[in-house]
């Protein structure tokens, strides 16, 4: 099968977890510090704004509580992202309100954001689809202007920027994904950035509930009595740990390669593809941007779509689509909406398989296999039943 994400993970990543066990800390410790330092390193803030958390969506629900969420706040989100997001806003008591992407970037643009902002709007959660950085600029400016906090869902923008910022720090908050199928992998796990430093502060006590020392043998070296708990603020344990952290800090070395190839791959369909019939491929990155290139999408007529989708999965090809639609998803079920590019990107976008392991003849047989299953349910859907068929 040749599958749509895969991880790449060796020797480097095995020796490095050896480490971890000879040292006998396999909890939060020294290599979880070095991991959150490097991460920082590399989206360009300080160590003490980012924490190594247990998942992306453990920090999207610890966001929420940050920001004291509640009944009668409203969050703006575009409805193509993970159910993770919306989630995590539910939980609070307050209101996800759904707005409409690009049909293309999948995306959402300032103005989509600006027209779905209500007088209870306390923050916007934007979600960098595929890896591309979007309207990101535009809409951190807006929130700005308006007094709205900003939260990146960066969780497939971890090698992502816009203009030389690194995607995750135009806004208040972020959260990154490095679960077993992202760029950057850890096998479960994430972080956490908080631009205000006793905001982010608060976000390491309560992510390891709620406690000022992250340890009894950190207190025993300030306090006499270093067993008594000074617990302020209702937390949970949400940390990572030394062993996904060693892993971490090999995948962030080899993060350049494997974006590398990944954007090799993407290239090469873009040149494979080209003028292929039925086949609509991804717009091009403006100029300034960088992505993570964790998505490759087309679009196809949504009449052929599933039935191309069900060829390839038969020729062993996984293909997908993310993200269902928030708007149509039981639970989040909006009357009255319209959100016209995103049911039409959603009918239409398939994900096809992109990930460093891929060689150029894995490229090649899924190119194949798309242009031979497009023409084939083309054909099919234009003859009918008067043509001699």
């Not at 749509?4 to 490095?16: N, T």
């Not at 453990?58 to 929420?64: I, N, P, R």
């Not at 609070?92 to 643009?109: E, K, M, S, W």
């Not at 996984?318 to 959603?346: I, M, N, Q, W």
Request: charged share 20%.
């Amino acid at each position: 099968m040749i599958n749509v994400f895969q991880p790449s993970l060796g020797d480097e990543e095995l020796q490095a977890v050896a480490e971890v066990f000879a040292g006998n800390w396999l909890g939060h410790g020294p290599r979880t510090k070095a991991f959150e330092a490097e991460f920082a390193e590399h989206i360009g803030v300080e160590p003490e704004q980012v924490l190594f958390i247990n998942s992306c969506t453990a920090g999207l629900f610890l966001a929420t509580e940050l920001l004291e969420l509640g009944p009668g706040d409203d969050v703006v989100l575009p409805s193509v992202s993970f159910v993770a997001a919306a989630n995590a806003v539910a939980a609070t008591g307050a209101r996800p309100v759904f707005c409409d992407v690009d049909p293309r970037t999948l995306n959402p643009t300032a103005d989509h954001i600006d027209r779905a902002l209500t007088p209870r709007t306390k923050a916007v959660l934007v979600l960098h689809y595929g890896g591309y950085p979007g309207d990101i600029a535009a809409i951190a400016r807006l929130c700005r202007a308006r007094g709205v906090t900003l939260i990146e869902d960066a969780a497939c923008a971890v090698a992502s920027s816009a203009d030389g910022t690194a995607c995750g720090t135009f806004g208040d908050l972020a959260v990154w994904s490095f679960d077993s199928m992202k760029v950057l992998v850890t096998g479960d796990g994430g972080a956490l950035y908080v631009r205000d430093p006793e905001l982010a502060c608060r976000a390491r006590q309560l992510a390891y509930h709620g406690l000022e020392q992250s340890s009894g043998f950190a207190a025993a070296k300030v306090s006499h009595r270093w067993w008594e708990l000074n617990v302020r603020h209702f937390g949970r344990r949400i940390i990572g740990n030394d062993v996904t952290a060693a892993i971490g800090s090999v995948q962030l070395r080899r993060l350049p390669e494997s974006v590398a190839r990944r954007r090799a791959v993407a290239e090469s369909y873009d040149r494979l593809l080209a003028g292929a019939e039925g086949v609509t491929l991804p717009a091009p990155l403006p100029p300034g941007h960088t992505a993570s290139h964790y998505f490759y999408w087309i679009q196809l007529d949504p009449a052929i779509r599933d039935q191309v989708a069900a060829d390839l999965l038969d020729r062993g090809i996984y293909t997908t689509f993310r993200y269902p639609p928030l708007h149509k998803v039981p639970v989040y079920r909006a009357d009255g909406g319209e959100l016209p590019g995103t049911d039409e990107a959603s009918d239409s976008t398939l994900l096809l398989p992109l990930h460093q392991g891929l060689d150029d003849a894995d490229v090649r047989t899924v190119v194949d296999e798309l242009r031979k299953s497009v023409e084939n349910r083309l054909s099919a859907f234009r003859r009918t039943p008067g043509d001699g068929a």
